[in-house]
T-cell receptor, first 112, second 114 residues
Framework: DADVTQTPRNRITKTGKRIMLECSQTKGHDRMYWYRQDPGLGLRLIYYSFDVKDINKGEISDGYSVSRQAQAKFSLSLESAIPNQTALYFC???????????FGPGTRLLVL | GESVGLHLPTLSVQEGDNSIINCAYSNSASDYFIWYKQESGKGPQFIIDIRSNMDKRQGQRVTVLLNKTVKHLSLQIAATQPGDSAVYFCAENPTTSGTYKYIFGTGTRLKVLA
């Protein structure tokens, strides 16, 4: 079984809709991250969490919110989706700050 | 098809040859580096890492070289195989950022020719 899972894998939604992307991990890591990936750009950090009570904004947090429900679960919400949020979204985990990040399989989101 | 990587530089290599993928990193304070492989439709997969107190690190069929003087990182893949076809990108971590900050490169697409 995969260590980091994401649901859904694909999602099509309309402008203005609220959607949630979910991430679960079985690696026992405290640190979890949400990134988006766009053509021609490197991964960009949206939000990160170092434990259940810790939430931090990344470089592109506007229009997004997160919830860390448990050590193993970290969800990303788009409160009111807009077309320029069409992208690939990845969840990642790491055991410490300067340690390898392990990525989930990604969610492909299309906002019409 | 996969939309990520449409505008990436591409390296085409004959099967069995060695591949060298390069990365110029941005922050002289970065002291931890990772190479990732991303296949179409999948998440980035860890290949190999290196810390700034090393110049070279070897794994199975892969070698990472670090030149801190010119802020350059390279990934060498020996005896390239069709399964190596993917996008490869580097990531740097400057610990002076305080808590956390990874900077990811945009990547290079590796195509293995039969």
């Amino acid at each position: 079984d995969a260590d980091v899972t994401q649901t859904p894998r694909n999602r099509i939604t309309k402008t203005g809709k609220r959607i949630m992307l979910e991430c679960s991990q079985t690696k026992g890591h405290d640190r979890m991250y949400w990134y988006r990936q766009d053509p021609g750009l490197g991964l960009r950090l949206i939000y990160y969490s170092f434990d259940v009570k810790d939430i931090n904004k990344g470089e592109i947090s506007d229009g997004y919110s997160v919830s860390r429900q448990a050590q193993a679960k970290f969800s990303l919400s788009l409160e009111s989706a807009i077309p320029n949020q069409t992208a690939l979204y990845f969840c990642a985990t790491s055991g410490t700050v300067q340690e390898t990040q392990y990525f989930g399989p990604g969610t492909r989101l299309l906002v019409l | 098809g996969e939309s990520v990587g449409l505008h990436l530089p591409t390296l085409s290599v004959q099967e069995g040859d060695n591949s060298i993928i390069n990365c110029a990193y941005s922050n002289s304070a970065s002291d931890y580096f990772i190479w990732y492989k991303q296949e179409s439709g999948k998440g980035p997969q860890f290949i190999i890492d290196i810390r700034s107190n090393m110049d070279k690190r070897q794994g199975q069929r892969v070698t990472v070289l670090l030149n801190k003087t010119v802020k350059h990182l390279s990934l060498q893949i020996a005896a390239t195989q069709p399964g190596d076809s993917a996008v490869y990108f580097c990531a740097e971590n400057p610990t002076t950022s305080g808590t956390y900050k990874y900077i990811f490169g945009t990547g290079t697409r590796l195509k293995v020719l039969a």
